[in-house]
C-alpha cells in the first residue's frame, strides 16, 4: 500500500485547535502530522496556544515560514515585495504568501495526502481546498465529512446505478436500505437539488452513507482509495461552537485568551450600558477582515500592538477602506462604534431571543467572513 500522509494545520484559531485534540482522543491511531504558518504578526495567545497544544499532543507541531531565508518576519518581507501595498479582502496576497504556498511547498510531491479541516458542524463555509489531485480534505466536525468535490461525482446522475449497488452491498443491514434506495435512484434536478439529496441520504444513515462513498472513492484516483480502512467512516458526531469550547477547556489546552469577552460601556440615550466584546479570529494582529468593534478592542486591550499596526498605514494605504486607524481610535468615533455594536448585539439577541443563539450568530457573522486558512 502506498504510504499515506496525513495533516491537520493549526491557524490559531479554536478550531483547528478543538480538531488536533479530537483526533487525538478520538483516533489515536491516525498517524497526524500537524503543522502551523507563522506570519511572525501572529497574537502572543496563539504561540501560547501551539506551545499548549504540543504538550498535548505530544509531539512537535512543524513550524511552515516563507521567505525563511529574509531577515524580516514573512509579512514584512512580502509587503516590501508588494511595495507596501497592503493586503486587502479585494487583493489577498498576505493568504496566498503567508500560508498557501507554504503548505504547498511542505507536501510538495505526488504522494497522497489526507488534510483535515475543523469547519464545524454549524456553518456553512468549505474552506481552502487544494487544487492538487494527491490532496483530499476531510472535514470530521461536520455531519459530511465530505468534500464537495466527492459529493458532486458520488450524486451526479451518471452514478446512481453504482450507488445503488454500494447501498446494497454496504449497507444491508440499515432498517432504512428500501428508503435509502429509492432517495439514491431520484436525479438531481431543479426539484431534488444535489444539497437536498445529501441531507435525506445523510439524514438517514451517516455510517451508511460513508461507507458507500468509502467504496466509490476506491474505484478512483483519491488518496482515500489508497487505505484499506479509514476510522473516519464510522464517525457520525456533529460538532458545533459550543463543543469546541468543550473540548478546548476540558482537554486543558484551554481557550485562547482573545475570545473571551470582556465588557465595554458606553453611553445610549444618557444612560449607561454595558455590552461586551473580544476578538472573534485568529491570525495577524492587524488582519484587515478585523470588524470596527475589534479594532476598539485592539486599542483598548493591546494598544501597543493597535500602535504597530498604525505604522503600516502610510503613503495612502490603509487597513480599512475610507478610515485610518489614527481616525478610528479617538475617542468620539470609538464611542460611536461602540455604540453601533451595542445596539445591534441587542436586536440580535431580541431576534435570536436565546444567548446560545445570539453567541452563534454574534460571532459567525464575522467568522463566516474571511479566510480559511487563517481563521478555523
Ligand atoms: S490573518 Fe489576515 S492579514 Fe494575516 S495572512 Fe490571514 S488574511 Fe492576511
Redesign the pocket.
Known sequence: MTQVKHVLGISGGKDSAALAIYLKDKHPDLPVEYYTCD?G??LNETYELIKNLEVYLGQSIVKLEAAKDSPEDP?DHFLQVYGGYL?SAMA?W??KK??LDPFEQYIAGDDPVISYVGIRGDEQREGYISKRPNIQSIFPFRKNIWSEDVIRKVLSNGQIAFIKGLYEEYVADSPHLQRLIEIVEEPVSPRLTQDQKLDLLLDLDIKGFNRVVFAFLKTTDYPLSKVDHFPLVDNDEVLVRDDIFRILRDSGVGVPAYYEKREYQVEIEGEIKTGHYSRS????F????QQKIEWVWLYENHPELYEKAKVYEKDGYTWQQGETLEELSQPGRRQAIKREHYLRTERQRNNAQSDSLIDILGVEDAEGV??A???I
Open positions: 506570519t504578526k501572529e509579512f493586503p489577498r498576505c493568504t503567508l500560508k479570529r485568529s491570525g495577524c492587524f488582519c484587515f477582515f474571511g479566510c486558512a487563517c481563521f
